[in-house]
């Protein structure tokens, strides 16, 4: 006699299956826009050495252009590609600091020395403000500069050229404060709250999304909880320009 055995088969929840199959999707959206962050500046740069090779290539003041052009396109990727390691690294519980007392002006002054060039290109306007005596903390130098990196970038990216950029640093409570603000586009109320959140830029219910991976932002915020501090972003609306705030501790004296 033969023993008929039912086969179950367990049906994730509606729930489930949506958030996979929304997982997928997002997969899929941030390949498309790495796909195109990488294309436009392998064009550029295909672009300027085709020129380069040309007749025309041998004009000084547009091989002046042209090697800017490629220098420019190549810190991009190069930036995008240290930012991508990072979240790997990230993801896998590999991110270690190298912490040492530094001078935190020190590190944005560095940062804004990197972003130079992109902001004079855009036309952009920077004024800064900080204390004319050391603020002191420990930290990792490298990695304190790329969160300035990022934020300065993403200000600049989100700013019409010709426009006003702004970063102070003050110290406070035990805490160092570093406003990054620009009059660029703003952000959406709905996007604020998750305007931190890893691939924000691929979800398109954010109203100020653009170009870019959308992990930007996401690193900013987990290299300053790494360093004890906190980052915080406000905007008074589309239009209006954004705000964003990093706190970090200050090293005893």
């Known amino acids: 006699m033969q023993t008929s055995h039912a086969l179950t088969v367990l049906i994730p929840p509606r729930a489930q299956i949506d958030e996979l199959f929304g997982a997928h999707d997002l997969k899929d959206e941030f390949l498309a826009i790495l796909g195109h962050e990488l294309r436009s500046p392998l064009n550029a740069v295909q672009n300027a050495l085709r020129v380069l090779g040309s007749d025309s290539g041998e004009d000084p003041f547009l091989q002046k252009r042209m090697h800017a052009l490629i220098e420019r396109q190549v810190r991009h990727m190069t930036r995008l590609t240290a930012s991508l390691l990072d979240v790997s690294r990230i993801s896998r519980g590999e991110m270690r600091l190298q912490s040492e007392r530094i001078d935190l002006r020190i590190v944005l002054g560095q940062a804004i020395e990197t972003m130079e060039p992109d902001l004079q290109q855009r036309g952009h306007r920077l004024a800064t403000l900080w204390p004319d005596t050391p603020v002191w903390l420990h930290g990792d130098a490298d990695r304190l500069n790329e969160v300035f990196r990022n934020l300065l970038g993403n200000a600049s990216?989100?700013?019409?050229?010709?426009?006003?950029?702004?970063?102070?640093?003050?110290?406070?409570?035990?805490?160092?404060?570093?406003?990054?603000?620009?009059?660029?586009?703003?952000?959406?109320?709905?996007?604020?709250?998750?305007?931190?959140?890893?691939?924000?830029?691929?979800?398109?219910?954010?109203?100020?999304?653009?170009?870019?991976?959308?992990?930007?932002?996401?690193?900013?915020?987990?290299?300053?909880?790494?360093?004890?501090?906190?980052?915080?972003?406000?905007?008074?609306?589309?239009?209006?320009?954004s705000e964003f705030t990093v706190r970090l501790p200050l090293a005893d004296a």
């Open 157 to 241: 990216k989100y700013t019409p050229p010709g426009g006003d950029l702004g970063l102070s640093l003050r110290a406070y409570d035990g805490h160092a404060a570093v406003c990054v603000r620009d009059s660029g586009i703003g952000i959406a109320p709905e996007a604020l709250p998750h305007i931190f959140d890893l691939f924000m830029q691929a979800d398109q219910a954010a109203a100020c999304s653009r170009s870019g991976l959308g992990i930007g932002l996401a690193l900013v915020h987990t290299l300053v909880e790494l360093h004890g501090g906190s980052v915080s972003a406000f905007s008074a609306g589309l239009g209006k320009g």
